[in-house]
């Protein structure tokens, strides 16, 4: 039986990690949090102290810099230069530092080819920004996930607080909103719908019906094949 690739894209908090995790789980296939890997590099930046709007001293950075995602027993560990940041890259600093990091033409151009690379042979759940539009054109699936920023502020705000941190949820919403528009407006690999995305908005489903939604669509299209 043939294995596809599935690019779920969409804006911050719209519910892709953990449906494109789950929808993986259930077809046996390898899922990739791109996210995961441009908030490693954003980490890096601030470790070494450099402004997330140096573009110059980012890409410099990026060309000495590895990130990888591991598969461990359905687990997928983030690891930076040889360290699992896994949980690290979740903290509110990496967040407002990832979207101007992610911009950096560099960075993006190196993500990519890694991605690729993992995602070459199908069987694959990516999900990010620019999956369906620049890292796989050709994916046999393509999911655009949009939900109500209220909505994605306060799932923001609930994964927080299962780390310990507390932050209002129209704080997150500003922040949330401000993410969106610059994630939208690069230059580079801007975030957009594909042509051939079908677009689900998540506000008012669950995990379960978002995950049984996808799942069916992958399933009509792999019966095909």
């Known amino acids: 039986m043939k294995k596809i690739i599935i690019a779920i894209d969409g804006p911050a908090a719209s519910g892709k990690s953990t449906t494109a995790k789950l929808v993986a789980a259930q077809l046996g296939y390898l899922h990739i949090d791109t996210g995961a890997m441009y908030r490693a590099m954003a980490l890096k930046v601030l470790r070494n102290n450099i402004s997330s709007n140096d573009v110059q001293k980012i890409a410099e950075l ?9 598969s ?6 983030v690891v ?3 360290e699992e940041v896994s949980e690290e890259i979740r903290m509110p600093e990496v967040t407002n530092s990832v979207s101007p990091v992610s911009t950096v033409s560099e960075v ?3 993500m990519v080819i890694e991605q690729q690379t993992m995602g070459k042979e199908g069987g694959i759940v990516l999900e990010g920004r620019d999956i369906g539009t620049v890292v796989f054109p050709n994916a046999e699936l393509k999911i655009f996930m949009v939900a109500d920023e209220h909505e994605r502020a306060v799932r923001r705000m609930k994964e927080l607080e299962l780390k310990g941190v507390t932050i209002p949820v129209k704080e997150l919403e500003k922040e949330i909103l401000e993410r969106d528009k610059i994630d939208s407006e690069r230059a580079v690999s801007p975030l957009r719908k594909a042509h051939d995305a079908i677009e689900l908005d998540t506000t008012n489903l669950s995990i379960e019906q978002q995950v049984e939604f996808i799942v069916a669509k992958a399933k009509k299209i792999i019966a095909k094949s």
């Open 62 to 70: 990026a060309g000495k810099t590895s990130v990888r995602l591991v």
């Open 80 to 82: 930076l230069d040889g």
């Open 108 to 110: 993006r151009r190196l």
């Open 72 to 77: 461990n027993g359905g687990y997928v560990k």
